[in-house]
């Protein structure tokens, strides 16, 4: 599989790599954050982290997994991740997280466009799909933002609270997030 970077007005949106693997384990391993998750542990160890790696690296060579850390690019910091993962029929998942300290500054808003458009060009996804637990709003709104609309609501699994919850289900078809882009350019 190819490995792709990209750059947007902030951000550098990078492949993982194992020496990323201690500001993983600070950052997620605030409660705040992996609550809000579904299949990250709590508390989060260094293990867990590795898991993590061996696992993106099964999925990047299936071609079904494509995870970026989300880093400050005139910095230099190790922010989070974001990435897409393969469902059924050609559709793709979007997710992201990112480090308490990084909230609020439309960072997850910058990195989630970026994939979507990494999906809908790229990856040639019919459809890009998301989940937002029902008291993560600011989640809720990154989606809306992006053009996502309800498509129903399911029950979670959440690791670290060790039970599941309910989940928004959002929908954003390729179309629709082309149109909403030439109106943006023509605009
Ligand atoms: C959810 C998360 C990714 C948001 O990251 P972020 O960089 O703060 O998000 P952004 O700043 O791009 O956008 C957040 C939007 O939600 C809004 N928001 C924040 N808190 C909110 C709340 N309680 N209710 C409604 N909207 C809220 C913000 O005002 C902002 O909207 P705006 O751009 O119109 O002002 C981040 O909080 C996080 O990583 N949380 C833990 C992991 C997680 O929830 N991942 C997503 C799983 S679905």
């Not at 997280?97 to 960072?107: E, H, I, V």
């Not at 970026?114 to 998301?130: C, G, N, S, T, V």
């Not at 637990?133 to 309800?150: C, E, I, M, R, T």
């Amino acid at each position: 599989m190819p490995s792709f970077e990209f750059e947007t007005e902030r951000l550098l949106l990078r492949p993982p790599q194992r020496h990323d693997a201690a500001f993983i384990v600070k950052l997620i391993g605030d409660y705040d954050v992996a609550k809000n998750l579904s299949r990250v542990p709590h508390p989060y160890s260094q293990k867990d982290a590795d898991e993590f790696f061996v696992m993106l690296e099964e999925q990047n060579a299936k071609g079904t997994d494509f995870a970026f850390a989300i880093m400050e690019k005139s910095r230099g910091w190790f922010m989070g991740v974001v990435g897409v993962h393969l469902r059924d029929k050609g559709e793709f998942e979007l997710g992201y997280w990112l480090g308490k300290p990084y909230w609020k500054q439309g960072y997850a808003s910058e990195a989630a466009k970026r994939l979507a458009e990494f999906a809908f060009h790229d990856l040639k996804a019919p459809k890009l799909i998301a989940g937002w637990f029902h008291d993560n709003p600011a989640s809720g709104h990154v989606l809306a933002k992006l053009g996502f609309l309800p498509c129903g609501v399911e029950q979670r699994e959440s690791r670290s609270r060790g039970h599941a919850v309910y989940c928004n289900m959002v929908e954003l078809p390729r179309e629709k997030f082309g149109r909403q882009r030439k109106q943006a350019e023509a605009a």
